[in-house]
């Protein structure tokens, strides 16, 4: 079971850093779509540290809840780039931009499937790790 926590690790670790560079690369263009807060370029920014973060943390912390943690980032990611793509989200009041993009190109298709294999591998992570811890 040790050689599938570790390939699900680095699986994991790999998507984020994926997801991370997509975040980076896209930022400039979209620093144009500003709240009074922050840019969406910004935002992509975090998000890209946030990937980064826990990229690192999944591959240092040998800790069940460290998949939960990487898992729980990749989701929440996923989630609003797949809603953002059919519905408006008029975050304004907050002072972020209004987050629409209703097209898919490539960047987003792998962000997306980057997302995807951190969830599933950070859950997978989690599951392996709990089971061992318990022996």
């Known amino acids: 079971m040790r ?4 390939a699900a690790r680095v699986w994991t670790a790999l998507a984020l850093f994926i997801n ?3 975040h980076f690369q896209l930022a400039g263009p979209f620093d144009a779509l500003v709240g009074t ?9 975090i998000q890209g540290v ?16 460290a998949g939960l ?15 953002s793509v059919y519905v408006p989200l008029d975050l304004s009041a907050l002072g ?4 629409y993009e209703p097209v898919w ?9 980057a997302q995807a294999i951190a969830v ?5 992570v989690a599951a392996l790790s709990r089971r061992t811890s318990r022996r």
């Open 3 to 6: 050689v599938f926590t570790i």
């Open 105 to 113: 190109y490539q960047d987003k298709v792998t962000a997306v499937a």
């Open 50 to 65: 946030v990937n980064l973060l826990a990229a690192i943390l999944i591959l240092v912390v040998h800790r069940w809840w």
């Open 37 to 45: 807060l922050v840019s969406q370029g910004m935002l992509f920014r």
């Open 69 to 83: 943690v990487a898992a729980a980032i990749a989701a929440g990611g996923l989630a609003l780039l797949v809603v």
């Open 20 to 22: 991370a560079f997509v």
């Open 96 to 99: 972020f931009p209004v987050i």
């Open 120 to 124: 599933v591998g950070g859950l997978l």
